[in-house]
């Protein structure tokens, strides 16, 4: 399964990521296996182009075993020592000049000159800390260019991966969800246990997702029978009303959810194995981009689908199920996503 | 409670710490308080006498809501980043060389003598990956300096903190669970959902802890009547036997956990204010150091306990009651408990 997330087009969080405060760029990123149960990711890793391989690449060698001397391999490497790690791996370096975007130099200096205004205001008046506590996300739109990824394969192995840039104007050094465990991705196969197979990415912002752990109580929630309200009601109960994030005036996050299970109903004359799969997704924010794709003839030929939900004012949540915009049921679906992970 | 986390003797796990391949000390840390529910945590930092007054720090500024121009605050930084928002915090910055004591630098070339030896002997043999997956531990004591503490104030909040300079020869960049959310320590007051405040700090092989989230799983166990076996059936479920650790030849961690209630039993006369206060603790590592201390008459006056178990061979569980050392009931643990962050 794993093989499709690194084919997946991820430097977009890469290349273009939000530069920090001192206009450099790092990013997160982290993949799942749901068969291992394995788990890689880096944090605020500047210098390489793909961080989900270097994430992907720590996930691999961890499912190696140990390392010399009984060392236990590392799961989660930050800063200069996972570049350091990567470039030893094989993974080549890549100067930070090529990874900013025109776009994202020009917010830098937009949202740089915006928050010496908002500092310079701030020194000696007594709103200053009102200000601190009620002045929106103006920064706007380039806080949520996280890219996440849900897949699975013909045998049901589920895997996800997330990559981000992260705020833009964050601290040097912040590491946001997408390099947290249990927060920017989850995938967990069925065993004796758990019913159904859960691949889940999020998206927003990091703080909100990584204190709510998003990703890891969407997949739990998605043990329910019917998808479509367990996760309404787990947008609703552990993120938007979340006692985690009782002091936020707004949150901000979004997920998307595949999970599946063996299936009795479907046809094997359509050689897909039985499996049912069905993929969601929900937000907060004013829209989120979601794209599927089934890999079953060529790279070529791949077949996507992008949806954009504008939706404004207070907190909602808007949720989607992809059987209704494909006037398909669950075996549509199954027929589609059985093949994602083919090579 | 959180006065009491900055007095406690956390330079064990900064100054001390393990060296890492590179022969650094880059140590995590984080802190929870259980009644914002606020978090804050620095990974692979340098430099710092006290990494867990930086988390705390972190902690602090994040409850203060956003910075300048509508800016999410951090609650999580790592590596040189980490470094540089402390000092520009006012926490002084310390010479590595100050932090690494003659048993840690001992202890560094006697790692490196072994890897180097290990690596020579896999060089061009086929039992090299029979040798990676089953040499033990062999770089011993030094992994497990992890410290940890959770408290509990007059009125029943409670924290939970831990910082530890990581296992010995890890990858420079590598972040341990210390850093961790949910795995290194977590920190929730009762409310509408829950019955019992808990505060758990873990410690142990990193990777473990993580992919489990021992410490978040040890606190929803404890919503349990019975505490005790509560304690025994998460460590035995959800660590030694869990999914995530499948692959694991040998599962190290061990956990220390406060809970308390209010409790109508106790008795007013006592100026207790009906806080039943539990402590308890459980380790699959050979040894666990265990203390407590009541802070009820003043620093000097600090009484402590120091409990030291050995257990070798085959993975157990040594689960111990205070109760039972003490010879007393809850009450006389409560009154013992419910001075503990009196400043």
Not at 273 to 286: D, K, Y
Not at 319 to 329: E, I, T
Request: proline residues 3%; contains cysteine.
């Amino acid at each position: 399964a794993l093989v499709e997330l690194e084919d997946s087009p991820f430097t977009n969080a890469g290349t273009g990521s939000n530069l920090n405060l001192s206009g450099e760029i790092e990013c997160d990123a982290s993949v799942m296996d749901g068969k291992s149960l394995h788990y890689g990711a880096v944090g605020a890793i500047s210098g390489i182009k793909n961080p989900i391989l270097v994430a992907n690449r720590l996930l691999m060698e961890a499912q190696k075993g140990k390392l010399s001397a009984g060392r236990i391999p590392p799961c989660f490497l930050v800063g200069q020592g996972a570049q350091d790690w990567a470039v030893s791996h094989g993974i080549p370096p890549c100067p930070s000049e090529k990874m900013a975007t025109k776009f994202s130099l020009s917010a830098y200096k937009r949202n740089k000159r915006k928050m010496e205004l908002a500092e310079k205001m701030d020194v000696g008046h007594n709103e200053a800390k009102r200000r601190r506590q009620s002045s929106g996300n103006e920064n706007g739109s380039g806080c949520l260019d996280t890219v996440g990824a849900v897949v699975v394969d013909l045998e049901g192995n589920v895997a996800a991966a997330v990559s981000s840039g992260g705020l833009a104007m964050k601290h040097p050094g912040r590491v946001g969800q997408a390099a947290h465990y249990g927060c920017g991705c989850w995938a967990e196969n069925a065993n004796d246990m758990i019913s159904y197979s859960t691949a889940v990415s999020t998206s927003g912002c990091g703080e909100h997702l990584i204190r709510t752990m998003l990703a890891r109580e969407c997949s739990s929630a998605m043990q329910s029978e019917d998808a479509h309200q367990a996760l309404l009601e787990a947008m609703q109960n552990k993120f938007i009303s979340s006692p985690f994030l009782a002091s936020e005036d707004r949150v901000l996050g979004g997920v998307i959810v595949l999970r599946c299970c063996r299936c009795v109903e479907a046809q094997p004359s359509q050689n897909i194995q039985g499996l049912l799969v069905e993929f969601l997704w929900s937000h907060t924010t004013e829209s989120m981009c979601v794209g599927y794709m089934s890999a079953q003839d060529s790279k070529a030929k791949v077949w996507s689908s992008l949806l954009r939900v504008i939706h404004r004012g207070d907190i909602d949540i808007n949720l989607h199920f992809l059987s209704d915009v494909l006037c398909g049921g669950m075996c549509k679906l199954s027929s589609l996503f059985s093949h994602l992970s083919q090579p």
